[in-house]
C-alpha cells in the first residue's frame, strides 16, 4: 500500500538528517559520544515523522482519500489477510477433484480482490460487500461443508445437506465474481476512453497520407507528359517540291 512507499520516503530523508546532526554535535558541542548518538536519533525522528506525515498526505490527496478512511481500509484488509490464509489452509481437507477445482476458483478471486485493493485502497468502496459479508460466508462455508463431507457414516439426508450446501458455494462464486466485476468497472471505462482516443489519432494519421499520396501521383503524371516527344510539323514549301518531283 501506499504506506510503504511513505515510508522510505520519510526514511530516505531522515538518515541523512540524522547523520548531520550527530556530526554536527560531536564538532561543535565536543561531548560524550553517547550524546551524540542521542542527537543523532533526535535528528532522524524529527525529520521523519514530518516527511513521512507529509508524503503520506499528498498520496492520499493523489487518490482522494482521507486519513480515517485509509485506516479503516486498512484494518478491513489486516482482518481479509487472515480470513484468506484460514481459506487457504482448507486444501488439506479436500477429498474430491470437483471441489478442489471450486475452491480454487474461488480463492483466486477472492486473491484477486484483495491485491486489487491492497494496490489501491480507494477500491475498497467498491467491494465493500465482498469485504463485509461475501469473505466470511466463504471461509466459514467451506469450513464447513469440508468438516462435515470427510466424515464418516452419513446419511441420506445428511448428504442431500451437503449437496445443497455445494450448490451454495457455487452461487456464492457468481457472487463474488460480480464483486470482481464492479470493482473493474471503472477500468474499463477508462479503457474504453483510451480506445477511442487511439481510433481518432489513428483517422488524423491516415487523412495526410492519403493527400499525400495524390500528390505523388500528380508529379508523376506531370513527369511523363514532359517526357512525351512533340510531334514534327513538315514545311509547306517543302510538301510542294516533293509533289513536283514525283509528277516529273
Avoid: C
Wanted: net charge positive; aromatic share 8%.
Amino acid at each position: 500500500m501506499k504506506h510503504n512507499l511513505s515510508h522510505w520516503f520519510a526514511s530516505m530523508v531522515s538518515i541523512p538528517a540524522a547523520i548531520v546532526a550527530g556530526l554536527a554535535s560531536m564538532i561543535a558541542f565536543d561531548i560524550h559520544l553517547v550524546f551524540d548518538m542521542m542527537i543523532g536519533a533526535g535528528g532522524f525522528f524529527a525529520a521523519y515523522f514530518p516527511s513521512q506525515s507529509y508524503s503520506m498526505k499528498s498520496q492520499l490527496d493523489k487518490m482522494g482519500m482521507t486519513k480515517s478512511e485509509y485506516r479503516h481500509v486498512k484494518k478491513e484488509l489486516a482482518e481479509a489477510k487472515e480470513k484468506i490464509q484460514r481459506l487457504r489452509k482448507n486444501y488439506k481437507n479436500v477429498r474430491t477433484l470437483k471441489d478442489a477445482k471450486l475452491i480454487y476458483d474461488i480463492n483466486k478471486i477472492v486473491r484477486t480482490i484483495y491485491q486489487s485493493v491492497e494496490e489501491n485502497p480507494k477500491q475498497f468502496f467498491n467491494v465493500q460487500q465482498f469485504f463485509h459479508s461475501n469473505l466470511d460466508s466463504a471461509v466459514n462455508t467451506i469450513e464447513q461443508y469440508l468438516f462435515l463431507y470427510k466424515m464418516p457414516g452419513k446419511t441420506k439426508d445428511e448428504k442431500v445437506k451437503l449437496h445443497e450446501t455445494r450448490i451454495s458455494l457455487l452461487e456464492l462464486k457468481r457472487t463474488i465474481q460480480s464483486n470482481l466485476t464492479a470493482m473493474n468497472k471503472s477500468n474499463y471505462q477508462s479503457l474504453e476512453v483510451e480506445k477511442d482516443v487511439i481510433k481518432m489519432n489513428r483517422k488524423r494519421t491516415r487523412g495526410p497520407l492519403k493527400l499525400s499520396n495524390k500528390l505523388d501521383e500528380q508529379k508523376v503524371n506531370l513527369d511523363k507528359k514532359e517526357k512525351e516527344p512533340e510531334p514534327v510539323k513538315a514545311n509547306r514549301g517543302e510538301d510542294d517540291e516533293g509533289r513536283e518531283k514525283a509528277e516529273r
